[in-house]
């Protein structure tokens, strides 16, 4: 149920670059591991040399029956050999948006920022995974994690600088965006 990500000197995924977007930056590492496990019971060691992130996949909060079914019929999943690059991008948002009620937040998410609607148009060339870690105590509420082939690069490029624009991110207190690819 847990997936960890493992910034340090070995993995399956080769850092290209670990750009701070807002708030504390991470450390560049050279590598990225991804594992399954609950990996939130082993000791936290702190290291110069590697960083840890923990999410869970969990439950919508904010999409409705036919977004879900517009999702469905056009998003791929991950792990797909052409998908060479990824994207891992840890995102906290303010108190501020923690203090809205449910129904507030998803007039922002979507109705203002409109998340869904403009985002389906990238599927299915970039496949995603959301894991919630607000509640886990991690330094991050949410970790995304994009995986796309080269050629579809700029694209990814394109919906991040889409949303990055929106309402949805005003509240958004720290983002760093780790690029990767397959070794
Ligand atoms: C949440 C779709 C790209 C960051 C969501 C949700 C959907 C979605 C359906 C709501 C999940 C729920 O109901 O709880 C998409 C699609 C994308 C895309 C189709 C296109 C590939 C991105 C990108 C980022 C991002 C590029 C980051 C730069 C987030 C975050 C949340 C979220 C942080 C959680 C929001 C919250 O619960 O407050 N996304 N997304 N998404 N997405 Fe995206």
Redesign the pocket.
């Known amino acids: 149920m847990f997936r960890t990500f493992r910034g340090g000197q070995s993995g399956g995924w080769r850092v290209t670059s670990i750009s701070p977007v807002a708030g504390e930056p991470l450390p560049f590492m050279p590598a990225l591991s991804v594992t399954d496990g609950d990996a939130v019971a082993l000791p936290l060691v702190p290291s110069r040399n590697a960083w840890r992130l923990v999410g869970v996949a969990s439950s ?4 409705e029956r036919p ?1 879900k079914q517009q ?1 469905v019929a056009v998003q791929a999943g991950l792990g797909r050999v052409e998908a060479t690059c990824a994207a891992l ?1 840890p ?1 906290r ?1 303010s108190q501020a948006w923690w203090e809205l009620t449910q129904e507030e ?1 998803r007039k922002i ?1 979507e109705d203002k920022s409109h ?2 609607a403009s ?2 148009r ?2 299915p060339a ?1 496949a ?1 995974q ?1 894991y919630h870690c607000r509640d886990l105590g991690e330094p991050f509420d ?1 970790l ?1 994690w ?1 995986e796309f082939a080269p050629a579809h690069a700029s694209l990814f490029e394109e ?2 600088g889409m ?1 990055r624009r929106t309402e949805e991110w005003s509240y958004v207190e720290r983002e760093v965006d780790v690029r990767m690819v397959k070794e």
């Open positions: 919508l909060r904010y999409t977004e999702l991008i995102i948002k937040r998410f998340h869904i985002s389906l990238f599927l970039v995603r959301l949410f995304t994009f919906l991040v949303l």
